[in-house]
């Protein structure tokens, strides 16, 4: 457990930095241009797409966001407390699949 709470933590931590690396970027002649996925729902908000954009906003930066978030606590959370704790919430899991 402690394995998934050290990656859960470390993913927290990272994904602000790793969405503000360009994911495209390209190059013609002397033009250079690149996009980071905090700027492609604006980009294509301001292309007239905004139902587009916000489900890029929503499903690549927002979701993912929360899932990490909501990971860690969680994760924190079964890995300190006690055993019964831990064994009932597995069980509830384990009936959700």
């Known amino acids: 457990m402690s394995r998934v709470l050290a990656q859960a933590f470390a993913a ?7 969405n503000g690396f360009s994911f495209l970027s390209f190059s013609i002649r002397d ?7 905090y700027q492609a729902p604006e980009s294509l908000w301001d292309l007239g797409m ?6 890029v906003a929503a499903f690549i930066i927002v979701i993912p966001a929360m899932v990490l ?28 699949r």
């Open 69 to 96: 978030s909501l990971l860690a606590p969680v994760s924190a959370l079964l890995h300190w407390a006690p055993a019964d704790f831990s064994r009932d919430i597995a069980a509830s899991l384990r009936s959700l």
């Open 31 to 37: 033009l250079e241009s690149s996009v980071t996925l």
């Open 50 to 55: 905004p139902g587009l954009s916000i489900m």
């Open 12 to 18: 927290v931590i990272l994904i602000a930095p790793a």
